[in-house]
């Protein structure tokens, strides 16, 4: 990793168009945006103006839009559905706004269920690793518990684990702070910075000034393209 | 790279089984409505097999390879089966164990004050073995009593309650021809169901005598019935064959005679019974249909509400394989168990009640086969479009579903 670090994300005048109800909703109207590895890219912007779409476009979940975005230096558009799956579940963590956590499950085996996916550890494996990253988030304590059961910010912890159990290279969170009172959310802050610290590209959508003054990088989103004048 | 298969599809399994405990108000009702379907499918045909027995049994009690020959013109047409034509059948007809050829008559016998009529056969000793008879009491008379025309009788168990009540004594006799008769057994048809087959000469109130005797005693020179027994099943055919020859070859043209065999009968009886089977198998294959209808409703139903269950384990990398297979693990083990219960309770309810009756109840191994099959194969049928509706979900949309 000398010289220039590779770009992980190149996306080239990706549009998006939603149709509800006959009303077409232009999500985003042409971004170009290129992340190199390594660096914490912070995504700001209006409630609306199509942060999240571009997020989920860039973590693999959405593959309907124009345009040609390469993750990795391979185009996105030629890959089958599973084959993005298993590079949601191998490269990228996410996190949510809203946890995502199943319900039903316990800290541990929510925390453990992509390096299940992934299918190349046994059970046990996959459960000691996530055991390892709970306790990194303090959550030693709570491997039993439900999602139910523990405080937002806890949830957000577990839901950081669960992200982080395959060693992703890129880190997406949107408003990961969103839901959270604010000692919480700087607790949260903190984590991922360190994440970042520790070698993580790092995306991550936000409407905190700090936090993006932290950051490398800030795009403005507005109106479904890239403003990048201030405010 | 085989173990990794195997414990991607064990943790996939583990998924939907907890899925199916997690609802299991709503699996019982899928399982049993499977169970329900599978049950009539096993049921269904255990009571086809038992009808199927129950006339083969019969045909087979008494005699498969039993042919009858008889004449149906008495009293006015002479040219029917004599004394002769019996051993004629013998010398020429290969595939013939034994034969019993029946002289017939009746009188009015005295019994308790009143006369009745009682039929009198004369038989040779072969006719207790081809007929089937079981001696209940004393003996049937031998070759020897035969061959000297003993003036002895055995009794029909009909005859015998008549004149005697429950046990008749020792050295009773009975009037016959003017002549008595030492009575030396009581027998009946071995197979009750002789009468249901075919009217039976021995049936309710006979005396039978030898062969001999009868011949002495009476100038009736047509034969009744010939019982002949073929030495196989396989060669049925060509005594009947053999001996309608010899009948026709040794009488006139107008000669009045049936031959008979209750392989035909056999044939036919199973093939009624394979149809009504079929038939049966086919209405309750109906209910099977709506149990897999039920699986595929229910599943649509899961499916509907675990869209953000499904969304989060797409957006984690599970694959829309894994989750189609977990979809159509769940559809599939419900329908087993449902398969399962309802061979259960399709073999367990005739086996109950074939306990209490004491008969011994077909259950058809292929039927438990076909019922366990078709089950997972409803299961898989009807799990397959909720599974690929799971699998195809809009990822964004799924994890922004409340
Ligand atoms: N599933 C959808 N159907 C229709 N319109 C949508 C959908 N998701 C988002 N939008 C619209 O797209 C635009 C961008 O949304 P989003 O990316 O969620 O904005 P942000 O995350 O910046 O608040 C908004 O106008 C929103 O109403
Ligand atoms: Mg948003």
Known sequence: MTGAPEPVIELSAIRKTYTKDAAIVHALRGIDLTIKAGEFTAIMGRSGSGKSTLLHIIGLLDAEYQGSYRFNGTPVEDRSPDALAQRRNRDIGFVFQSFHLLPQLTILENAALPALYAGDRSADECREVARERLREMGLLARLDHKPMELSNGQRQRAAIARALVNAPRLLLADEPTGALDSKTADEILEIMLELHRGGATLIMVTHDREVAEVAERTIHILDGQTSNGMV | ????????????????????????????????????????????????????????????????????????????????????????????????????????????????????????????????????????????????????????????????????????????????????????????????????????????LAALIPFATFRNLSDLRYVDVVYIQSATPQAVPGVVRGVTDIITARHREISNFKIESLDQYLVLAQRVSRAVTLGLIAISAVSLLVGGIGIMNIMLVTVTERTSDIGIRLALGAGQRAIMVQFLLEAAILSLVGGVLGVILGAGVPFYVGWLYGVAVPVSGLSVTVAFTVSVAVGLFFGFYPARKAASMNIVDALGYA
């Open chain 2, 1 to 204: 790279m085989a173990r990794r298969a195997t414990a991607w599809f064990r943790l996939l399994l583990r998924f939907a089984v907890d899925a199916i405990v997690a609802q299991r108000g709503r699996s019982l009702l899928t399982i049993l409505g499977m169970a329900i379907g599978t049950a009539s499918v096993v049921g269904v045909v255990s009571i086809g097999l038992l009808g199927r027995e129950y006339v083969v049994g019969l045909i087979e009690g008494v005699g498969s390879n039993l042919v009858f020959a008889y004449g149906t013109g008495r009293g006015v047409n002479p040219e029917e089966i004599d004394f002769d034509d019996v051993p004629a059948f013998v010398a020429a007809v290969p595939g013939i164990q034994a034969i019993a050829p029946v002289l017939r008559t009746s009188e009015l016998v005295p019994i308790k004050g009143e006369t009745q009529q009682v039929a009198i056969l004369g038989v040779t000793p072969a006719y207790e073995q081809v007929r089937n008879m079981v001696v209940e009491s004393g003996r049937f008379f031998s070759e020897r009593e035969d061959a000297q025309g003993a003036k002895v009788c055995v009794l029909s168990e009909d005859l015998a309650i008549e004149l005697f009540g429950s046990t008749y004594p020792p050295d009773a006799s009975l009037r016959l021809f003017g002549l008595r008769f030492r009575i030396v057994g009581v027998f009946r048809e071995g197979v009750e169901s002789a009468a249901a087959v075919q009217k039976s000469e021995a049936a309710g």
